[in-house]
T-cell receptor, first 116, second 116 residues
Framework: GAGVSQSPRYKVAKRGQDVALRCDPISGHVSLFWYQQALGQGPEFLTYFQNEAQLDKSGLPSDRFFAERPEGSVSTLKIQRTQQEDSAVYLC??????????????FGSGTRLTVV | AQKITQTQPGMFVQEKEAVTLDCTYDTSDPSYGLFWYKQPSSGEMIFLIYQGSYDQQNATEGRYSLNFQKARKSANLVISASQLGDSAMYFCAMREGRAAGNMLTFGGGTRLMVKP
């Protein structure tokens, strides 16, 4: 597609519910990142994929968070047993090549998750 | 220590005037890139400008310029001739190393408000 597409745009979940957030990156982009942005703060890194391989998951806050990209394109971020502190905007970004000197990151519009 | 520091939570500027948004960074990696993003209320992260650590000249992109002072580890964004549409959150970010798989680390952001 022309840009990075994320769905749903908004999600309200009851505490304890499982949620799945989808990211459809720009076609052909090798690298895919997930970020979490709490209200009034900058985005924080969650995890990174190169094609289907999850090369860095150091930012995932707990084992309730799980991400996958099985075919190297669409990625899903799953949060199990949601808690109120999970309320945030979840941003996805993709990048076109393994090596880049400058630009490269394209962000989606994010999914705003509210846990009630 | 914070890797990216933005000390101005909020800034006002009169329409048509110039404004400088501050950013300082901390890294021991000699190769790094600095980015500025705009985030309007719609939530997407819009890339504005990039500066590489080895770039000899300050980056410019239209009304945006980056005042890069390497010894002071600062990378301030200058917006000339402010427009009402410039009202948004602005984030400074850094990538350490050159690989596309290296994550971005963001500052806390500055909210810019342009007055008519």
């Amino acid at each position: 597609g022309a840009g990075v597409s994320q769905s749903p745009r908004y999600k309200v979940a009851k505490r304890g519910q499982d949620v799945a957030l989808r990211c459809d990156p720009i076609s052909g982009h090798v690298s895919l990142f997930w970020y979490q942005q709490a209200l009034g703060q900058g985005p924080e890194f969650l995890t990174y994929f190169q094609n289907e391989a999850q090369l860095d998951k150091s930012g995932l806050p707990s084992d309730r968070f799980f991400a996958e990209r099985p075919e190297g394109s669409v990625s899903t971020l799953k949060i199990q047993r949601t808690q109120q502190e999970d309320s945030a905007v979840y941003l996805c970004a993709s990048s076109s090549s393994r090596q880049t000197s400058n630009y490269g990151y394209t962000f989606g519009s994010g999914t705003r998750l509210t846990v009630v | 220590a914070q890797k990216i520091t933005q000390t101005q939570p909020g800034m006002f500027v009169q329409e048509k005037e110039a404004v400088t948004l501050d950013c300082t960074y901390d890294t021991s990696d000699p190769s790094y890139g600095l980015f500025w993003y705009k985030q309007p209320s719609s939530g997407e992260m819009i890339f504005l400008i990039y500066q590489g650590s080895y770039d000899q000249q300050n980056a410019t992109e239209g009304r945006y310029s980056l005042n890069f002072q390497k010894a002071r580890k600062s990378a301030n964004l200058v917006i000339s001739a402010s427009q009402l549409g410039d009202s948004a959150m602005y984030f400074c970010a850094m990538r350490e190393g050159r690989a596309a798989g290296n994550m971005l680390t963001f500052g806390g952001g500055t909210r810019l408000m342009v007055k008519p």
